[in-house]
């Protein structure tokens, strides 16, 4: 048995048994499975199974833009973004549920999408082929083939459905042979002059197409394919100005690009800059807790404090990227991003029975309201949650679960298996030097808790391969026990934010037990001196009534508002140089039910001191902005809970904090 610490898995060698990048991309140190390879169970698989009787599910039955005659299926009808947003998300619900009705409906999709496609190779909506602007500018409109190709790609790797190779082949001839200027052309001030904004999307979102390249390219060899790469890289926008993209959902999808090419331009500083627009980004406007940003649809000049929404869009859409750029590098970093998304702020998009989701989430949200007062740049309802509202992100929160799931775990360019991202799932996959098929249950309550078991339940024979087991940026206490036995890791490199490589004969009945501290740490914003309270991967928030009250829909599908029972302006009573004397875990369900993401159904309670800020109130139906700390208070100091914040869709989780004498401000 060898067992090492690796940054990433060694590129060396190429993986032998699945579609990985060939000569000459830059080898890719993670391959993603196939779709079904990966069954997700406990909580993760609930979420899915209230999307499939949810409002993903039968978004049929309540989006006009899914109606028999939208575009998709081979008519004169536009058919844009809004379809393929909810068909990838869709499709591969219908596979990782293997629910009939769904499927049904994936397959007719399906056929539907292929059977549209035109001699040229064109497909899709005959409306996007040819625009005709106001301006006589002529282009093809190819934004909402990006998003389509997802789902074509998840259903080959399920089926190996023999049209989609020469589909993608003959589409992205079409795209090569386009005139420039018809091809992601440049279309200025938002498609003003042109008279439609839509096709100005696409050179914005054009580096979408680059996995999709790459991956056809992996499978045929076609060198021209790698010419269409580098075309669509350079057509893609610029800068928007110092900062890469105001727009919400266009940085998420943006900021990735460079690393994403880098796989073919092997140039150092593409995945630097990709870095770079993040850490920017991040730096300036994410002063809230666990990846989320301060962008009700666009950043705006003074608009950093945790009370600005993040679109539901922007998470779905990040945690893709988190995923492609994981793969490009190898990095647990990106990982570790995703699960600050998904774990923190996915959970209090949506209703508890996901049959509705809002607009916008904050970090400091304690009412969510139906008015259209809020101080967001979006006006009209934002934070109400409805089945029936919020165009986009009603259909792109599809991918939000189904992708989280299939990413858990990858291969490894040296036949080994990645523990990626820790849920309770089943894996099946090739291994080791003669692509022997291993059968991995993972049994765990994470985030909640640091422990998981994996058991190799099945194995052709005794098989030898690596076995990688990543260990969070968080984590400073990663513990391993092999069959009953501690692995003795005295002698390793500080493991955090690395994997830890455990190579060996492995059968069937093995066990890797896996135990990671969660200890109680502080997050301190440098704007204000507010802090967030965490444990493991996880933010707390604290503990606020709800009241659901309907404010529209219908009886089956409801539309709510949620508004406050209890008090929620309070400022931390804390010791930054000993936050556990004042911060202590006082719960942690014995039990993780099957839907955990509720104020009632929280597994973990962390008690803390507070006194209330009376001055600290609501500006438009929105919570006012933070102000420096510490902060005076001649309040009474009680104890006040906090939960998890994806359990939390109302939300305190930037709190001022509460001090004493001339170094104290006045709340004004």
């Given at each position: 048995?060898?067992?090492t610490v690796?940054?990433?898995?060694s590129?060396?060698t ?20 196939p779709?079904g390879h990966i ?6 698989k609930?979420q899915?199974d209230l999307?499939?009787?949810g ?6 039955e309540?989006?006009i ?5 939208n ?8 058919g844009?973004?809004e379809q393929?947003y909810?068909f990838?998300g869709?499709?591969n619900?219908?596979?990782l549920?293997g629910?009939?009705r769904l499927?049904a409906?994936?397959?007719?999709w399906?056929?539907?999408v292929i ?9 899709g ?6 625009l005709?602007?106001?301006?006589g500018?002529v282009c093809a ?8 190709l ?14 989609v190779?020469?589909?993608?082949t003959?589409f ?9 200027e ?5 279309i200025?001030?938002?498609g003003q ?19 999709q390249?790459?991956?056809l390219y992996n ?9 269409l790469?580098a075309?669509v890289f ?15 959902v ?6 990735r690009y460079?690393g994403n090419f ?5 140039a150092?500083?593409?995945l ?11 730096i300036?406007w994410?002063?809230q ?5 301060g ?15 993040f ?5 779905v859409?990040?945690?893709k990227?988190?995923y492609i750029l994981?793969?490009v590098?190898g990095?647990t970093i ?7 998304v ?8 949506g ?5 509705g989701?809002h607009?916008?989430t ?5 009412q ?12 009209g309802?934002?934070v109400s949650?409805?089945p029936h509202?919020?165009?986009c992100c009603?259909h792109?929160v ?7 799931a299939e990413?858990?775990?990858q291969?490894s ?8 991202l820790?849920a309770?799932?089943t894996?099946?996959?090739?291994v ?10 993972a049994s765990?309550d994470?985030?909640f808790r ?8 099945a ?10 087991l ?44 896996i135990d ?5 740490s ?9 802090v ?6 996880l933010?707390y928030s ?14 089956e ?5 949620v508004?406050p029972t209890?008090?929620w ?6 010791d930054r140089?000993n936050?556990e004397?004042?911060l202590r875990?006082?719960?942690?369900a014995?039990l993780?039910?099957?839907?955990p993401w509720?104020l ?8 803390a001191r ?8 609501l500006e438009n ?10 902060v005076?208070?001649?309040?009474p100091?009680?104890e ?8 939390a ?8 904090t509460i ?7 006045e709340w004004?």
């Amino acid at each position: 048995m060898q067992i090492t610490v690796v940054s990433r898995p060694s590129v060396e060698t190429s993986n032998a048994f699945y579609n990985t990048n060939r000569e000459p991309l830059l080898p890719s140190p993670f391959t993603k499975l196939p779709l079904g390879h990966i069954q997700p169970k406990g909580w993760l698989k609930h979420q899915l199974d209230l999307m499939a009787e949810g409002m993903t599910g039968r978004l049929t039955e309540l989006s006009i833009f899914l109606d028999a005659e939208n575009g998709w299926f081979g008519g004169t009808a536009m058919g844009w973004e809004e379809q393929p947003y909810w068909f990838r998300g869709f499709h591969n619900l219908a596979v990782l549920t293997g629910n009939e009705r769904l499927l049904a409906e994936a397959n007719r999709w399906i056929d539907a999408v292929i059977n549209s496609q035109d001699a040229d190779g064109y497909f899709g909506a005959r409306y996007h082929k040819r625009l005709e602007g106001a301006n006589g500018q002529v282009c093809a409109d190819l934004w909402p083939h990006m998003i389509m190709l997802d789902a074509v790609i998840s259903h080959y790797e399920h089926s190996n459905d023999a049209r989609v190779i020469p589909f993608l082949t003959r589409f992205f001839t079409f795209c090569r042979d386009l005139p420039d200027e018809m091809f992601l052309p440049l279309i200025t001030n938002g498609g003003q002059e042109f008279g439609d904004w839509r096709p100005w999307w696409q050179r914005r979102r054009a580096g979408d197409f680059l996995p999709q390249i790459y991956w056809l390219y992996n499978h045929t060899g076609d060198a021209w394919l790698l010419d269409l790469a580098a075309k669509v890289f350079q057509r893609i926008d610029p800068a928007q100005d110092e900062w890469l993209d105001h727009h919400i959902v266009n940085f998420t999808q943006r900021f990735r690009y460079p690393g994403n090419f880098y796989a073919q331009s092997k140039a150092q500083w593409h995945l630097d800059q990709t870095e770079y627009w993040y850490q920017q980004h991040l730096i300036t406007w994410g002063q809230q807790p666990r990846g989320i940003f301060g962008a009700d649809e666009n950043i705006r000049t003074g608009c950093v404090d945790p009370r600005q929404g993040f679109e539901t869009c922007g998470m779905v859409e990040f945690a893709k990227s988190f995923y492609i750029l994981g793969r490009v590098t190898g990095d647990t970093i990106w990982a570790d991003r995703c699960e600050d998304v998904m774990l923190n702020h996915f959970p209090a998009s949506g209703t508890p029975d996901l049959k509705g989701l809002h607009y916008l989430t904050a970090s400091n949200q304690p009412q969510l309201d139906a008015s259209e007062l809020h101080e967001y740049q979006n006006k009209g309802r934002m934070v109400s949650y409805s089945p029936h509202d919020y165009r986009c992100c009603q259909h792109n929160v599809a991918m939000g679960w189904p992708y989280y799931a299939e990413n858990l775990w990858q291969v490894s360019a040296d036949n080994g298996l990645v523990a990626w991202l820790y849920a309770a799932s089943t894996v099946t996959a090739k291994v080791g030097s003669g692509g022997e098929e291993v059968i991995v249950e993972a049994s765990t309550d994470y985030p909640f808790r640091g422990h998981v078991t994996l058991t190799i339940a099945a194995a052709s024979a005794a098989t030898t391969f690596p076995l990688y087991l990543r260990v969070p940026g968080w984590c400073s206490d990663f513990k391993v026990v092999l069959n009953g036995e501690p692995v003795d890791l005295s002698g390793l490199e500080d493991l955090t934010g690395l994997f830890l490589r455990i190579e060996r004969e492995w059968s069937s009945g093995d066990r890797v037990g896996i135990d990671m501290g969660m200890q109680i740490s502080l997050t301190e914003w440098p704007r204000t001196g507010s802090v967030s309270v965490n444990r493991g991967p996880l933010t707390y928030s604290l503990r606020i009534g709800e009241r659901w009250q309907q404010c529209g829909g219908t009886r089956e599908w409801p539309e709510w508002e949620v508004l406050p029972t209890t008090p929620w302006n309070y400022g931390l009573v804390i010791d930054r140089e000993n936050p556990e004397a004042a911060l202590r875990v006082t719960r942690v369900a014995e039990l993780i039910g099957e839907q955990p993401w509720t104020l009632e159904a929280a597994p973990i309670e962390i008690t803390a001191r507070g006194r209330r800020i009376p001055q600290w109130g609501l500006e438009n139906e929105t919570v006012e902005q933070l102000q420096p700390s510490p902060v005076k208070s001649d309040q009474p100091e009680e104890e006040i809970t906090l939960i998890p914040l994806g359990c939390a869709r109302l939300r305190i989780a930037c709190f001022p904090t509460i001090g004493e004498g001339p170094q104290a401000w006045e709340w004004r």
